[in-house]
């Protein structure tokens, strides 16, 4: 029993080893991808029970609108200050504000950090965002 046991947890041990850990790129990086990226700017996006988002650091987050317009769309949020409740889901936020059930607005809120800007990314960006803080040679994260 405890050969098996033993094992068993090498085993489950092994599987974590081959995974990278999310390294957060700095706010001048992903403001700097804005800039140079030449990001579109939007005014709103389109919510549903089934969006998601993806945490790139304490400012930014990107965002996954399901059903936007023309098929699944991805957004840059930018937070107004620091939001650490994001990435910790042990914190229970303040509820969110939304001005506009449907649609995520400037000044609505997403666990209970403020948005201040919004940009519309391709597939491409996205996964380009997501690889900002890794070191040349890391495995990329989707």
Known sequence: MKTMTLVCG??????CVGDPVYIAPENQTVSDFVSTGN??????IRKTDRDSWKYV???YIVYHARFYQAGPGYFLVQFTGN???LNDNSVMPPPDYIHDHRNIRATDT?????VDK???VSDTQRKELRSLGEAP???QLQ
């Open 83 to 85: 939001c650490d409740s």
């Open 137 to 139: 040679g890391q495995r």
């Open 10 to 15: 090498l085993a489950a041990l092994g599987g």
């Open 57 to 59: 650091n304490d400012h």
């Open 118 to 120: 919004m940009y519309e």
């Open 39 to 44: 990001l579109k700017e939007v005014g709103e």
């Open 110 to 114: 997403i666990r209970g950090c403020i």
